[in-house]
């Protein structure tokens, strides 16, 4: 089993819509949770952190956290074109030592 | 957020030769992290590079093949020796949040082709 897995992509929603991020990890203590935007030829960008259970806002971001069921989500709302990008999930894993672990990303294509 | 400025953003090597990245970070920090991003694929760990001692080296990644310096808090070095076609990747430095929160700061990113 990797050790974060995101939903495979690409997804592809209407500008407007949500678009919805899935992604599980395999280290039941983990306690820091990450999601990192990257444009095509950048770097990745922090866009959101989250470390209890519950849900996050932040502007039309919206981290979403079960640890019983060790998922961690992320909903974009009204969707815009400049949203169209790489999104990974991170998580510090004491399986490696706390570094953060990233998940293989899920590609984003918001359709004008 | 700290700013991480790193040099060269981009380059086309030859197979064999060496080419060594610059990280410089305008706050003191405690460690630095370089990790790679092969094409299509997502952040692999290389190493931790802590001021003062040798750098940790993540399962797969050896001091031979990417020598790293850290001769002090702001500044890091990672050569990517003997390269190959499948060194061909961008290779990024970063640093933690000064806060400890676990949130990691990239550099911008260098692009490295080998022919």
């Known amino acids: 089993q990797k050790e974060v897995e995101q939903n495979s992509g690409p997804l592809s929603v209407p500008e407007g819509a949500i678009a919805s991020l899935n992604c599980t990890y395999s280290?039941?203590?983990?306690?820091?949770f990450f999601w990192y935007r990257q444009y095509s030829g950048k770097s990745p960008e922090l866009i959101m952190s989250?470390?209890?259970?519950g849900d996050k806002e932040d502007g039309r971001f919206t981290a979403q956290l079960n640890k019983a069921s060790q998922y961690v989500s992320l909903l974009i709302r009204d969707s815009q074109p400049s949203d169209s990008a790489t999104y990974l999930c991170?998580?510090?894993?004491?399986?490696?030592?706390?570094?953060?672990?990233f998940g293989a990303g899920t590609t984003v294509t918001v359709r004008a | 957020s700290a700013v991480i400025s790193q040099k060269p953003s981009r380059d086309i090597c030859q197979r064999g030769t060496s080419l060594t990245i610059q990280c410089q970070v305008d706050?003191?920090?405690?460690?630095m992290f370089w990790y790679r991003q092969q094409p299509g694929q997502s952040l692999t760990l290389i190493a931790t590079?802590?001021?003062?001692?040798?750098?940790?080296?993540e399962s797969g990644f050896v001091i031979d093949k990417f020598p790293i310096s850290r001769p002090n808090l702001t500044f890091s070095t990672l050569t990517v020796s003997n390269m190959s076609p499948e060194d061909s990747s961008i290779y990024l430095c970063?640093?933690?949040?000064?806060?400890?929160?676990?949130?990691?700061?990239f550099g911008e990113g260098s692009r490295l082709t080998v022919l």
């Open positions: 991170a998580v510090n894993m004491l399986t490696n030592d706390y570094k953060l672990s």
């Open positions: 706050s003191q920090v405690t460690m």
């Open positions: 280290d039941r203590v983990s306690q820091s």
């Open positions: 590079a802590n001021q003062g001692s040798e750098a940790t080296y």
């Open positions: 989250i470390y209890s259970n």
């Open positions: 970063s640093v933690e949040d000064r806060a400890n929160t676990g949130e990691l700061f």
